[in-house]
């Protein structure tokens, strides 16, 4: 709650001196606005207190904003009730959370990835995956135990970003006869240089590579590893970075 919280206060900030956007749906002017700075609003629903709360996307981010009932001033976050009871979770869960889930995990199964465990393995994990990257060599090391006994199998979206290597190697293991392979090999030997670029690179790899780093940017990520994984409740989580200890149990499960 308290990274939502920071969240959203910092988002508030950013939006000071709002304008009216000329291509805004239908909404009250100052909901509008709000689309006019990268706000994407997905329906209304019902609130106390006289107001109607929105809710809305901004950086692949669940926000709620409430529409006061003179419909002149908005509230940007959660709603509260006198029990602590958070009022936005639930509107934001049905009318974004949930159909945001479905549309970016379809995106994923659509990218350009290398299976790395069982097809038939309960748990599916996606993450961006660039070949020079230090954390995403961790993050595969780290994650062994469960490929090895099929309970995850990780789907590595590959990206060519951190280095000038980084493309070719990316499209060599794409290229490879056996990807997983190519990638396992890659990985077990990532810190003597691993595998040798691809030069060139062919023109349908490198729309891969290139489709790969326009969908991560459009899921909010600039850094690698990103990880995309489903919660307990089927709700996508994301986390960038290699995962702690404790973090890693609660993207890949149970060992």
């Not at 304008?19 to 509008?32: E, F, L, Q, R, S």
């Not at 299976?115 to 961790?138: E, L, M």
């Amino acid at each position: 709650m308290q990274t939502r919280l920071f969240f959203l206060i910092a988002f508030f900030c950013s939006l000071l001196g709002l304008t009216v956007g000329a291509h805004a749906k239908d909404w009250p002017a100052p909901i509008k606005a709000f689309e006019a700075h990268g706000v994407e609003v997905i329906g209304s629903f019902d609130a106390p207190g006289g107001l109607t709360g929105y809710a809305a996307v901004h950086q692949h981010q669940p926000i709620s904003l409430y529409l006061t009932a003179d419909g002149m001033h908005v509230i940007v976050g959660p709603m509260f009730d006198n029990k602590g009871t958070d009022l936005s979770e639930e509107p934001l869960d049905r009318l974004v959370s949930k159909p945001l889930t479905e549309k970016t995990w379809k995106q994923l199964e659509s990218s350009t990835w290398i299976a790395d465990g069982s097809k038939k393995a309960p748990r599916v994990v996606y993450v961006f995956t660039d070949p020079n990257c230090p954390y995403c060599n961790k993050f595969w090391s780290d994650a062994r135990p469960w490929v090895k006994a099929d309970k995850v199998q990780l789907r590595h979206v590959m990206v060519g970003i951190l280095g000038p290597t980084s493309p070719g190697k990316a499209a060599a293991l794409l290229s490879a006869k056996d990807p997983a392979t190519a990638l396992s090999q890659h990985e077990l030997q990532q810190t003597s240089g691993g595998l040798k670029p691809l030069n060139p690179i062919p023109a349908d790899v490198r729309a891969q590579l290139d489709a790969n780093h326009r969908l991560m940017e459009q899921l909010g990520s600039s850094a690698t590893p990103t990880i995309f994984y489903l919660d307990a409740s089927g709700r996508l989580q994301k986390m960038q970075g290699a995962p702690s200890t404790e973090m890693l149990t609660k993207i890949l499960g149970p060992r």
